[in-house]
Structure formats: structure tokens, C-alpha cells
């Protein structure tokens, strides 16, 4: 076998022009035993071509098939030559193909393996990612199921809702309807405004107690338990009707596509904890945090619509619908926070108010009277207010107030337009923003306060009003 090399070396050397060849033998990393031939030309810097030698060319392939048959007999044999014992169990290459080829090809193969290997990797912590996420998901809808659903059966009503281990706390017996009438009794002031207001031409719809001259620190009463409650709406009813009292909690959590859920507790304390006397599922989805409850009903604006829908609170049915003549929705013109604000409702001493914007008006703040009964207009006023550049607005005795910023600490109560006179002037009531996200601000003229939405927070703020 050391001949044949030889002879191959001798043939290599002298297709390429060369004196002496020099060989050398060494093991490779497979363990098998390779030959290296070095040859020197004085003359050229590196072997031509063979191809244009067909003569040589066939010689070395002569050479090289000889070699093969060879190295065959002496695997065959047992082999003689060196290490032939050991190289007869290793893989050969295979007769006219380069051992630099295999080799090539081999690392290619191991080089691709590892690409395999690490893509393989990379998607298995994917999975478990996935897997972590949906399992988390999973108990994050566990959890609210048992908060918004808790154990130990339900209050009167399909979607009833009570504490574990007590009793449903809203089931009117005589006595608390006897409680409730004696509570009527009562005639509201805002009831006696709006009458004589009505009554008297050219005094339509505006009453006269005052004008908002200070704005106390916010006091927190709940915080959203989800994501859900980023954005939302809270409120109780300035003039309830049976079985509801002016304690009656409301509140929607307003962030989705179909937002239909409305809870009801039966005060803020029970807001506070958590634990709704009652869910009602709106027949159609709200449109962001504009809706008021007020005379037993929840006025709110349908999903991508520029309507206005009454929804009685003890029928749980739609009672009233009506398009807002002109209203921008869905983003056309909503206050500076986004969140599709583009219609607001807000109730004062005198009665229900929508607060929007129409092409007509560019985008300045349109404010209109609504009968709460058949939601009819009653009268328009249009202010220059540019809606965009406000944060959210509340009316109190007839005057539209609006916020400066929704996210700034220390903003301010920056404008007010009188509807009794039809003018607007500058203010600068300074209006905390503690958690700096404001969605919603509404006025509640039962308890004179604000009610607002400030970031998963359900606040109120104290006011002062200065004297009619």
C-alpha cells in the first residue's frame, strides 16, 4: 500500500513539474489514518489545471482506481498496512470521492444539526411560554369569576350576586317599602327648580343656585380589580325610584368592545368590597363612560352609534332610543383622553343634559336639554369650547364646567359656560388629578359632590358653591 502512495506522489510530482515530494502521516479526528503529499515547484506558484493534460489525467485516475481496489483487499484481508486493524472498522470514503468533499459535507450536516437543534430550543421555550400564559390567563379568569360570582347561591334575580355565607341583602319586604315611601315624601329641591324653571318663559331649563367656586381633594371609595376597570363609570341616582335608594351604587368598567355589564351594590361600602347586590347585562353594549343613572333609569350611548338609549333599571328592558341630531361618535369628537368620548351625559339640579360636538360646530362642545322620559331635545346651546382641548366637563345649575388636563396633578376647572346667559368665561379651580388618568367626571346633585374615574380609582371630590 506505501508504494501505490508513492507512486501517486510520484505522478502528482511530476504533473506538477516538481523535484522532490514530501509525505506525511498523521491520524484525523475520526481516528483514521490520512496521507499528506507536499510538493514544491520552483517555477509556479501553484499546480495548473490538470484538465489540459488528458494524458496525466487519465494516468492519476488509473492511479486512483488502483488505489481503491487495493485498499479494498487489505480491509478484506485483515489489513497489513498501517493501522490496518484498526482502519478496517472505520467508515471509508467512497472510490472518486475527495475525502475534503466528505468531510465538508459532514461539518454542513453537523453544522445544520445544530441550527436544528437550537431552532428546536428556541420554539420549546415558546411553547412553555404559551403554556405559562394561558395558564395564567386561566386563573385570572378563575379569580374574577369567583370575585364578580362568589360561592353560596344567589340574590333575587338570575344574576343575583352575594358574599359567602350571607344573605341576599336586596329583597325588598313590606317594611322597607313603607321606608321608601316615607322617603318620598320628601319633594327634592332639583324637582322644585326644574318646575318652576320649565314653567316660566324664558327661563327654560335653567335654574339658579350657585356657581362652583372650589374643589376639595379627591376621597377614594373602590379600585378595579382588572384591567377591565382602567376606564370606567360609577354613579348613584339623584332621584331614585323604588326599590332603589340614594345609596343604590352603579358602575361600569368600560374597557372592551362589548361592554354590557352594569353593577349594582347597595351602597359604596359594598362597592368598596367588591361584592355587587346584582348584575344586569345591557341588551346592547355602551359606548365609552358617558352614561348617568338618574329617575330609576341608566342613560347611555349605544356602541358606534350617535344615540341615546334609556334603560329601565327595574323592567331591565330599553324604554327609549333616539339619535342625537348631527353628533359626532366613535372617536370624531371626544374629549382629550380619547376612549370614544364623544357623546357625555350629565345630570344637574334641573334635569338631563348631553353633552357632544357636530360638523356644524367644528368640534366646539354642543350642549342640549333631554326629556328623561322620551329623550326628545328641549333646547341646544353651542359654546366655543373646543371639545378636543378639555379633559372631560360636568354641568352644575344649569352651567357647563370643563377640566383642564387628564393626566396633569395639579389641573384645573378652566372654563364655564352659562346657559342662562349664553356666555363662557376663564376659571382657574385648581382640580387634583392624584392617580393621573381621569375618564370620567359626573356632578350628583343629590350630594353635591363630583364623581370620577381616575385610573382603576372611584373618587369623590367635595365642592363649594357660592351663594344664588
Known amino acids: 500500500m506505501l508504494r501505490t502512495w508513492l507512486l501517486l506522489c510520484g505522478a502528482l510530482a511530476l504533473g506538477c513539474r516538481a523535484d522532490t515530494a514530501f509525505l506525511r502521516r498523521a491520524d484525523d479526528s475520526t481516528g483514521r489514518c490520512t496521507y499528506t503529499f507536499t510538493v514544491a ?10 484538465a489540459g493534460e488528458p494524458e496525466l489525467r487519465a494516468e492519476l485516475a488509473a492511479l486512483a482506481a488502483r488505489l481503491s481496489r487495493l485498499e479494498s483487499r487489505e480491509r478484506g484481508a485483515g489489513g497489513s498496512g498501517p493501522r490496518g486493524g484498526e482502519a478496517g472498522g472505520a467508515r471509508e470514503p467512497q472510490p472518486g470521492v475527495p475525502a475534503g468533499r466528505l468531510e465538508a459535507a459532514y461539518s454542513e450536516l453537523l453544522r445544520a444539526r445544530a441550527r436544528l437543534e437550537e431552532e428546536k430550543g428556541r ?62 315624601t320628601e319633594i327634592p329641591a332639583s324637582r322644585l327648580l326644574e318646575e318652576t324653571a320649565l314653567g316660566r318663559p324664558g327661563s ?18 373602590g379600585r378595579a380589580d382588572s384591567i377591565a376597570g382602567k376606564y370606567g363609570v360609577w354613579m348613584k341616582d339623584p332621584e331614585p325610584v323604588p326599590p332603589f335608594t340614594r345609596e343604590t351604587t352603579w358602575r361600569v368598567d368600560t374597557v372592551g368592545t362589548e361592554v354590557r355589564q ?4 347597595e351602597a359604596a361600602e359594598q362597592l368598596a368590597q367588591g361584592y355587587p347586590t ?54 370624531q369628537y371626544p374629549y382629550s383622553w380619547g376612549g370614544y368620548t364623544d357623546i357625555d351625559l350629565a345630570v344637574d339640579e334641573t334635569g338631563l343634559w348631553v353633552i357632544y360636538s357636530t360638523e356644524k360646530a367644528r368640534g366646539a362642545i354642543v350642549l342640549s336639554k333631554l326629556d328623561p322620559e322620551t329623550l326628545e331635545i328641549r333646547r341646544t346651546w ?45 376659571l382657574s379651580i385648581p382640580f387634583e388629578n392624584r392617580f393621573r388618568y381621569l375618564s370620567m367626571v359626573d356632578y350628583n346633585p343629590a350630594e353635591q359632590q363630583l364623581f370620577a374615574w381616575d385610573s382603576f380609582n372611584m373618587v369623590t371630590y367635595p365642592i363649594r358653591l357660592s351663594q344664588a
Open 41 to 50: 515547484s520552483p517555477l509556479e506558484a501553484a499546480c495548473p489545471d490538470a
Open 123 to 184: 420554539l420549546e421555550q415558546e411553547n412553555e411560554e404559551l403554556g405559562r400564559r394561558l395558564e395564567s390567563s386561566a386563573q385570572e379568569i378563575a379569580r374574577l369569576r369567583a370575585s364578580r360570582c362568589p360561592p353560596g347561591g344567589a340574590g333575587p334575580g338570575r344574576d343575583s350576586l352575594r358574599a359567602p355565607g350571607k344573605a341576599p341583602r336586596w329583597d325588598p319586604q313590606p317594611l322597607a317599602y313603607q321606608e321608601l315611601q316615607s322617603e318620598r
Open 204 to 221: 327654560e331649563d335653567v335654574g339658579s343656585c350657585g356657581e362652583l367656586v372650589w374643589v376639595g381633594e379627591p376621597v377614594v371609595f
Open 262 to 265: 352594569l353593577f349594582q351594590y
Open 278 to 331: 346584582k348584575v344586569h347585562i345591557l341588551p346592547r353594549p355602551l359606548e365609552s363612560t358617558g352614561a348617568v343613572v338618574y329617575r330609576g333609569g341608566l342613560f347611555f350611548q349605544p356602541r358606534r352609534s350617535r344615540a341615546v338609549a334609556r334603560y329601565d333599571l327595574r323592567g331591565e328592558t330599553v324604554t327609549a332610543e333616539r339619535e342625537i341630531p348631527g353628533a359626532g361618535y366613535h372617536g
Open 382 to 426: 353651542e359654546t366655543k369650547i373646543r371639545k378636543r382641548g378639555v379633559a372631560n366637563s360636568f354641568v352644575i345649575c344649569g352651567t357647563l364646567y370643563t377640566v383642564s388636563s387628564y393626566s396633569a396633578p395639579n389641573a384645573t376647572i378652566n372654563f364655564a359656560y352659562d346657559t342662562a346667559t349664553g356666555a363662557s368665561r376663564a
